[in-house]
């Protein structure tokens, strides 16, 4: 009896040394990735200012992004910090956890549903060609971002209201946005491929032509854009699939699941914040070389005199 007692005892003292360990590897992660969500997402507003080749309804969606993400890092995840640092419960529901959760709910929805309809409008222009610039057109996108705004204004409005339904409503929200995202970015995937096998054959049939240079600049082109579509799916669900998964579990039974597990989950979720600079706006060149701009300037502006 002694032996059980004291196998118990080393048991539950491990346990609590694993979750202090993993809460701080936890805190030491959001902190940094904070610092890099809001220089990087500032950086990318910035740089947007002197960015004149983007299609303006594009470049709202993602200025809409990054200023969205900026927030996460400057509120939700120093709150989520915080609450770790402080053991605060999320089933206790104190003013800086309700805040921390609600800023989480809105911010990540609203990137989720923005980078959605990102992914929508890089399939629209591939497919619409010409007829792009009529479909898609600043009113209209200025709208669907309306929409995403009111979608979560009133998730969070009638979650005090209603218990279950408004949770459900949200996590369907999730999961078809990553359906959708992930329908587009196949779609792109399947056209890119027909074009990098059409530009491959045409290469090999005609060698020595005049247009050489331009089909193989084209074939780089192509797998770069290929390889940036894969990373950026895999990116989006690394981060969201897991805490959807988690979310309808909470639903169902919200006790039974350790908050280690929703600790860890609600990290990948702001860990997009800080992901979505690389993924999306980096790649773009013109973007790449103004922030390249705006970094050498701030350098400058701190040099000694």
């Known amino acids: 009896m002694t032996n059980k007692t004291a196998m118990e005892g080393n048991f539950s003292l491990e346990t609590s040394l694993l979750q202090v360990e993993v809460v701080a590897a936890l805190v030491v992660l959001n902190l940094f990735f904070s610092i890099t969500a809001s220089l990087g997402n500032f950086l990318i507003l910035i740089s947007f200012c002197?960015?004149?080749?983007?299609?303006?309804?594009?470049?709202?969606m993602f200025r809409c992004l990054a200023f969205t993400d900026l927030c996460v890092g400057l509120i939700s995840q120093p709150l989520f910090v915080y609450n770790l640092l402080s053991?605060?419960?999320?089933?206790?529901?104190?003013?800086?956890?309700?805040?921390?959760?609600t800023s989480m709910c809105f911010l990540c929805g609203?990137?989720?549903?923005?980078?959605?309809?990102i992914s929508v409008d890089r399939l629209?222009?591939?497919?619409?060609g010409l007829r792009y610039r009529q479909v898609v057109t600043l009113r209209?996108?200025?709208?669907?971002l309306v929409s995403f705004l009111f979608f979560n204004f009133a998730f969070?409005?009638?979650?005090?209201?209603?218990?279950r339904v408004p949770q459900s409503i949200?996590?369907?929200?999730?999961?078809?946005?990553?359906?959708i995202s992930a329908f587009s970015y196949i779609k792109i995937y399947i056209r890119l491929r027909y074009q990098l096998l059409h530009v491959q054959g045409h290469v090999q049939q005609h060698p020595a032509t005049n247009g050489f240079v331009a089909t193989a600049l084209n074939l780089a082109r192509y797998k770069r854009t290929v390889s940036t579509i894969a990373w950026v799916q895999l990116g989006l669900f690394a981060c969201y699939l897991p805490f959807s998964v988690y979310f309808m579990m909470f639903i169902k039974e919200p006790a039974v699941i350790p908050e280690m597990f929703e600790y860890t989950f609600l990290s990948?979720?702001?860990?997009?914040?800080?992901?979505n600079p690389i993924l999306y706006c980096w790649k773009i060149r013109d973007v790449k070389q103004a922030m390249k701009d705006a970094i050498r300037q701030l350098c400058n502006c701190r040099e000694p005199n």
């Open 50 to 60: 002197k960015v004149s080749s983007i299609f303006p309804p594009t470049k709202l």
């Open 87 to 101: 053991h605060e419960s999320y089933f206790n529901f104190s003013v800086s956890v309700v805040i921390q959760i």
């Open 110 to 117: 609203l990137s989720l549903l923005t980078a959605t309809a």
């Open 124 to 128: 629209l222009a591939l497919y619409l």
């Open 140 to 144: 209209r996108v200025q709208a669907a």
């Open 156 to 163: 969070l409005g009638s979650v005090f209201v209603i218990d």
């Open 170 to 179: 949200y996590l369907a929200m999730m999961l078809v946005s990553l359906v």
């Open 268 to 275: 990948l979720v702001y860990l997009n914040s800080s992901l």
